[in-house]
């Protein structure tokens, strides 16, 4: 999974990762975060970047505001209709360096697990920005840059070239798939976001091993559009 659109194999595999029962991240994790943000920034039009098959449209309350999910791959968007669109929902194909989105549509936007698949955060940076309405709140899930060795845990065939690791999706027995990550320094999502007109409000992070070592390796970041 990187800036490239998932292929239909690629996108079966995720399918079937999210949709499995026991998903500790999304359910003890993700599912409360976002509820929370939510509610406290309380925006009428929601905007997902990189929605996948709409699983986080259905773990946020949705009533008196819409919603709208991007994604490239169109394997991934069919199973999100199929799954959850609505009257209040809807998706459509779009990516985060160009989105199909007139100027300060959304006062809502946020994007779980994408921003470490992106090579070019400036330009997803200014896209957020442009569609997000002045005040309107982001929030961004995306890997913490500085636990390189817990990401590196999940993949075999690891190779780590600056900010870049690379790494193989081992299952069944054989290589399903070939990640890139970009792990671009947090100063340096920071520094983009602010360059962009977003303010950040706030950096957490969470989510340790199964063993519970080493360092939480995601990072939530909270903001809004200063202008």
Known sequence: MNDRTFGEETARQWIQIIES????????DLSP?????????????????????GDCSARINLTNRSYVGIDPSPFL??????????????????NAYKL??????????????????????????REMSRVMRPSGHFLMVTANPEARSEW??????????????????QGEGKILDHDVLYLHPLDDIVSTLRFAGLEVGSIASFR?????????YLIAIQGMRVR
Request: charged content about 30%; hydrophobic content about 35%.
């Open 152 to 169: 590196a845990e999940f993949y075999i065939n690891v190779n780590i070239t600056g900010r870049c690791l690379e790494g193989d999706i």
């Open 208 to 216: 340790k091993s199964q063993q519970g070592q080493g360092r939480e």
């Open 77 to 94: 968007i069919n199973r999100a209709k199929e799954l959850y669109e609505s009257e209040e929902r809807r998706f459509m194909s779009g």
């Open 100 to 125: 199909p989105f007139s100027e300060r549509e959304f006062d809502g936007v946020f994007s779980v697990m994408v921003w470490h698949l992106l090579s070019e955060v400036q330009t997803a940076a």
């Open 21 to 28: 029962r026991g998903n500790p991240v999304r359910e003890q």
């Open 33 to 53: 975060l976002l509820r929370s943000w939510v509610e406290t920034a309380s925006p009428k039009r929601l905007l997902e970047i990189g929605c996948g098959q």
